[in-house]
């Protein structure tokens, strides 16, 4: 009788469309894998392989040119990692609290004028000062030219984070939870560190999520920003150093000198493509499963336990 009730329970699912879910998100799961096992695949194998029979997921000829090229500055590339790693973390702990102080107060209905400051930070996903303004702001007033800061500050505020956020807490922590504890003689930062936090996790590893890939990938701060190697992004440092690739295989004039001098110009252009593209990825992959543990947990935190 156990079993035929089971059998018939609302979440319950036959083994046929078992196999079939499990079979499609076996073939999702490969769709997603083999893009990046074929852009490390074409990154060792050798340029002409390429260029006669395009990209394969088993290279015909097997090559580490365009990583050791890339590697003859390793020096440089592992100071890039350093910068990125420490923007990334950086970045990411102070947007989530300055996303998270500014988001909570404006989901109370009890803050005056809270209409105006959700209005204001909506005002600034629509309009901007243009790019000089913003240039002349951090260099020329705040004095961040070549300084780390310059690649963490002008993201750490993000509006579209900040109005998720605060649909969350609108939607998912409860009013009579809040009043309970003020009632109990708990205050504001009590309750927001006590109470609201430990209930918002899945909205905070999903912002966390967001700032770590939006960091990581950032490029452009680099290139607005800095004007030394010290301390620019990998990812600025990868897309110099594809910039200079193309300037070298499309001057006519440097491959003319190079040909008159008795050498040729001979760079695997796609393999360090490939390569630069797993070299940016680096440690960002392992951000996925981070976030995923804290994306379960906050789920089941506030749920009723028989």
Not at 76 to 95: D, E, H, K, P
Not at 111 to 136: C, D, E
Request: hydrophobic share 50%; glycine share 6%; charged share 10%.
């Amino acid at each position: 009788m156990k079993a035929a009730r089971a059998a018939h329970s609302p979440n319950a699912i036959s083994k046929s469309s078992n196999y079939v879910i499990t079979a499609l998100f076996w073939l999702y799961t490969i769709a997603c894998v083999f893009p990046l096992v074929l852009v490390i695949a074409v990154s060792l194998t050798d340029e002409m392989s390429i260029l006669q029979n395009g990209y394969q997921l088993i290279p015909k000829a097997f090559s580490t040119i365009a990583y050791e090229l890339l590697f003859e500055d390793s020096a440089q590339i592992v100071r890039s990692y350093g910068v990125s790693i420490f923007v990334t973390v950086m970045g990411t702990l102070l947007s989530l609290l300055l996303t998270a102080a500014f988001a909570y107060p404006i989901s109370r209905r009890e803050l005056p004028y809270r209409n105006g400051f959700a209005f204001f930070i909506f005002f600034t996903m629509l309009f901007n000062g243009g790019l000089v303004p913003w240039y002349l702001v951090y260099v020329k007033y705040l004095h961040m030219g070549d300084s780390i800061w310059a690649l963490i500050i002008p993201m750490l505020v993000q509006p579209f984070n900040i109005l998720i956020m605060r649909t969350f807490f609108q939607t998912t922590i409860p009013g009579a939870l809040i009043e309970a504890a003020t009632i109990d003689g708990a205050g504001e930062f009590k309750i927001f560190y006590k109470i609201v936090l430990p209930l918002s996790l899945p909205v905070i590893a999903t912002i966390a999520l967001f700032n770590t890939l939006l960091y990581w990938n950032d490029w452009f701060l680099s290139l607005i920003f800095i004007s030394d190697n010290e301390t620019v992004s990998v990812q600025y440092l990868m897309y110099k150093t594809m910039l200079n690739i193309q300037y070298l295989t499309s001057n006519v004039q440097a491959s003319e000198a190079l040909t008159r001098g008795g050498g040729t110009l001979q760079l695997p252009s796609e393999a360090i493509r490939m390569a630069m593209a797993v070299i940016g990825i680096g440690p960002i992959i392992l951000a996925y499963p981070f976030f995923q543990k804290y994306f379960v947990k906050g789920l089941t935190i506030g749920a009723v336990k028989g």
